[in-house]
């Protein structure tokens, strides 16, 4: 679908009982990799010039590689599937590109993008809409909020954070629940989605590429890869929700 928008997407009947989300990012602005360049302190304990200098240099390179993780960084796609649809929403820009089973919408850019996402998740979410994702309270649900910040636009009702005693929609993070299936990782603070998918046994039939690599991918223009890898993380994450949860349909 070209240029879809909230008035053209069809609205679920009924509020989705859960939604399994990924996005993927870009490189960040250089004006917000400068700033966390010169926000960079050495550590106290080293006094001498030349290893300060050295780890500076370090720094630097490593904040340039990892800029994607920025707040400032862009997000480029956002996928999503519920108990009823399959869906990814695109901000790169206008394409006939579409994957099976999928409804794939396209947007000019982020805050275009953000809009009709925010239409589509209230209409087919409610606050009691189980939020599902691997590392998602770390990363994508604060990604989220700090866009819809940043380009001031108000937050979908399901992202709307817990507040006092306000109640807020609940949350499964694979990636710490998949610590309690787990010997060899239950000390495991981070644990990739690959490596979860293995453990659980699970085949992702994932393309050979990885999140780190989705910043070049998107500087070079490869649309079609990042969809299909978004919207594969997002089918694996689902599989081993289920699988923990003691929800799939394999299960006896």
């Not at 940043?150 to 993070?173: A, N, W, Y």
């Not at 998949?178 to 293995?198: I, K």
């Not at 699988?243 to 299960?251: F, I, P, Q, R, S």
Request: proline share 6%.
């Amino acid at each position: 679908m070209l240029g879809a928008n909230a008035s053209q997407i069809q609205q679920t009947p009924a509020p989705a009982q859960w939604l399994v989300l990924d996005l993927e990012t870009g490189h960040a602005p250089e004006a917000a990799i400068d700033a966390a360049l010169e926000s960079w302190k050495p550590p106290a304990n080293i006094k001498d010039p030349e290893k300060i200098e050295a780890r500076r240099q370090e720094a630097m390179a490593k904040i340039r590689e990892k800029s994607a993780l920025l707040d400032a960084a862009p997000i480029i796609c956002v996928a999503m599937m519920t108990d009823r649809e399959r869906v990814v929403f695109s901000g790169m820009g206008q394409s006939e590109f579409q994957i099976d089973d999928w409804q794939v919408y396209h947007s000019d850019d982020e805050r275009a993008m953000l809009l009709e996402l925010r239409a589509w998740l209230d209409g087919v979410t409610t606050p009691e809409t189980t939020i599902v994702g691997h590392g998602i309270r770390r990363f994508d649900l604060p990604k989220l909020r700090s866009a819809y910040v940043r380009h001031r636009l108000k937050l979908p009702g399901i992202l709307q954070p817990k507040v006092g005693d306000e109640p807020g929609s609940p949350v499964v993070d694979t990636m710490s629940l998949y610590r309690a299936f787990s010997v060899e990782n239950r000390d495991n603070y981070f644990c990739s989605l690959d490596e979860t998918a293995r453990g659980l046994g699970i085949e992702s039939g994932k393309p050979i590429v990885s999140g780190k690599d989705v910043p070049d991918l998107h500087a070079r223009g490869e649309v079609e890869t990042i969809l299909t890898y978004c919207c594969l993380d997002v089918a694996t994450t689902g599989c081993a929700f289920h699988l923990m949860t003691g929800t799939a349909g394999e299960l006896e």
